[in-house]
């Protein structure tokens, strides 16, 4: 959300994806905000290592058995990341699984980062005519080095790693979502600056991307099967925002007719658990089918459509952005 000194402008889209699944709960995300994608470089860049190949990136993830799964990765010439690596030396690259994370662009935000198979600066790096040793590769370019972006990253995970291969990772319980990709957490910013494949287009996590597929459901189950509700709030007067709603249609799936389930945001304690904080006095609160969320509904048939509603409240204190990556995991449990 955009405030201007006589208008406001809010967009906002609500993803409703299925996650990975746990016994009584099937998460969906639901992002209410103005940016999803952040500040960002205008367009990708090559991963192209300095040995002359191209960078990792993670081709499938399979669900073995349990909150076991197997991740095959590949070194890929048309390999792409978004945000340099540079200055980010300290941290260490690689194969990461990231969970209970915020949103996803071609970056993730917030979340927890979990290192696979990794490398620093200090692993040697492979060149291009097939020696070992170093690129002097720093945090400091002033130090008679060059910065560390991701490609001096890769050269050094190909000698240590390997060109392809396959790793074996246990997703933890009570996650909301868990997404394996390569690249670098910044630290202190809880962001991860990730590499990926030349053919994934955004989000890197989930629709379109590689996240951590769910194993099948118990006999009896409820699940978002609509991908993406977008709400755009066009220009308002900040006096004018309390009371603004808009509607969309999301179909979920269910086993069958006759399901009992309720609706709530997962990341929300509060009362109710229906209400976002967007920020600057204002916040949104979700209702599905003209109910609060927590209301006791039985499933109609095994597919089933709900009415989204998003409704402001509040009057903005300030301009300036409001919103932005405040966001509600939509959580679907049943009994």
């Known amino acids: 959300m955009v405030i201007g000194l006589r ?27 103005g940016s999803l994608f952040f500040s960002a470089p205008a367009s990708a860049g090559s991963c192209t290592s300095n040995s002359g190949g191209g960078c990792p990136v993670v081709t499938s993830v399979t669900h073995q058995s349990g909150n076991n799964y197997t991740v095959n990765w590949i070194y890929e010439g048309a390999a792409q990341y978004w945000v340099s690596a540079s200055g980010m030396g300290a941290s260490a690259w690689g194969l990461y699984l990231i969970t209970n994370y915020v949103s996803s662009g071609h970056y ?13 600066r200090s692993d040697p790096v492979v060149h291009a005519n097939g020696t070992t040793g170093t690129d ?73 991307g ?15 099967s609509t991908s993406e509700l977008i709400y755009d709030f066009l220009d308002m007067a900040p006096a004018g925002v309390a009371g603004q709603s808009l509607t969309r249609t999301a179909t979920m799936t269910c086993s069958k007719a ?15 658990r229906d209400t976002i904080n967007l920020g600057r006095g204002v916040s949104a609160k ?50």
């Open 7 to 33: 208008n406001i402008m809010y967009s906002s889209r609500v993803l409703m994806e299925k996650r990975k699944l746990y016994r009584l709960i099937l998460a969906g995300s639901a992002i209410l905000g």
């Open 108 to 120: 993730v935000q917030g979340g927890n980062y979990q290192g696979l198979k990794t490398v620093t």
């Open 136 to 208: 002097n590769c720093t945090n400091d370019s002033s130090a008679g080095g060059v910065y560390c972006d991701h490609s001096n990253y890769a050269s050094r995970f190909l000698l240590k790693h390997g060109s392809g291969g396959t790793t074996t990772v246990t997703i933890p319980d009570n996650v909301t979502n868990s997404c394996i990709v390569f690249g670098i957490p910044r630290s202190g910013m809880n962001e991860f600056f990730t590499v990926f494949s030349g053919y994934v287009s955004t989000p890197v996590c989930g629709p379109g």
């Open 210 to 224: 590689v996240s951590v597929p769910e194993p099948e459901p118990d006999p009896e189950w409820c699940g978002m």
């Open 258 to 272: 006759n399901v009992p389930y309720n609706l709530y945001l997962s990341n929300i304690s509060t009362s109710g």
């Open 286 to 335: 979700v209702t599905v089918n003209e109910q609060s969320l927590q209301t006791m509904r039985t499933s109609g048939a095994d597919t089933n459509l709900l009415r989204v509603t998003v409704t402001l409240s509040g009057t903005p204190t300030s301009t300036g952005p409001i919103g932005g990556q405040n966001i509600g995991i939509l959580a679907v449990e049943y009994y």
